[in-house]
């Protein structure tokens, strides 16, 4: 299965930045997608990055917010904007896998905004 | 409105005893249904997973189960050991369109295997 390298593994970061999290894949792939999870909470799809074209985004996450982009079938980034201390979360990529319909997830980001 | 529940959070267990977990489900378009591991500071890792279609697959010492007429799946380890301790996610797969599908996830049960 592809294997997934995320960048940054946890920031901490002040209020009123953004922060970008990159995340490599070792193989091509078509979608990719980016998750929250907040404290306590369910992982939650942010979006979904096809290469080539603009992401869709899950209700309740705005491209303002949450902008993505994916230059090629390997690489993609989130990045989360004017950040306020409910954006701490890990956030999490993932691609879908082939082989009994599993998807392989990045080792996350945490991200604590003060 | 939570699609997929699970309601234990937490569940201990003694080395070599049966794990049983559970997750339930409310939305009949869901057509696969996958299970998560998760260590601390690591991206949740494919487990097992099971179609709309079958009531069982089975891998090593997992066992997943599937009650389509309750809308409830199940996770058995046995036996349990100590690095089966972890966070399990149930998830479950439902189409969107075109060639995509999106997963919704449970809150995650955490498993502690007691040597």
């Known amino acids: 299965s592809a294997v997934i390298s995320q960048k940054p593994s946890r920031d901490i970061c002040q209020r009123g930045t953004s922060l970008t999290i990159q995340c490599q894949v070792d193989?091509?792939?078509?979608?990719m997608f980016w998750y929250r999870q907040q404290p306590g909470q369910s992982l939650t799809l942010i979006a979904t990055?096809?290469?080539?074209?603009?992401?869709?985004?899950e209700s309740g996450f705005v491209i303002d917010k949450f902008p993505i982009s994916r230059p090629n079938l390997t690489f993609s980034t989130l990045t989360v904007s004017n950040m306020s201390p409910e954006d701490s979360s890990i956030y999490l990529c993932?691609?879908?896998?082939?082989?009994?319909?599993?998807?392989?997830f990045g080792s996350g980001t945490r991200l604590t905004v003060v | 409105d939570q699609q997929v529940k699970q309601n234990s959070p937490s569940l201990s267990v003694q080395e070599g005893r049966i794990s049983i977990l559970n997750c339930d489900y409310t939305?009949?378009?869901?057509?696969?249904f996958l299970w998560y591991k998760k260590y601390p500071a690591e991206g949740p890792t494919f487990l097992i997973s099971?179609?709309?279609?079958?009531d069982k697959n089975e891998d090593g010492r997992f066992t997943v189960f599937l009650n389509k007429s309750a809308k409830h799946l199940s996770l058995h380890i046995v036996p349990s050991q100590p690095g089966d301790s972890a966070v399990y996610f149930c998830?479950?797969?439902?189409?969107?369109?075109?060639?995509?599908?999106?997963?919704?996830f449970g809150k995650g049960t955490l498993l502690t295997v007691n040597p």
């Open positions: 193989s091509q792939v078509t979608m």
């Open positions: 939305n009949s378009m869901f057509d696969y």
């Open positions: 990055a096809n290469q080539g074209s603009e992401a869709t985004y």
């Open positions: 998830a479950a797969r439902i189409y969107s369109g075109g060639s995509n599908y999106k997963l919704t």
């Open positions: 993932s691609v879908r896998t082939v082989a009994e319909y599993g998807y392989t």
């Open positions: 099971i179609s709309s279609i079958k």
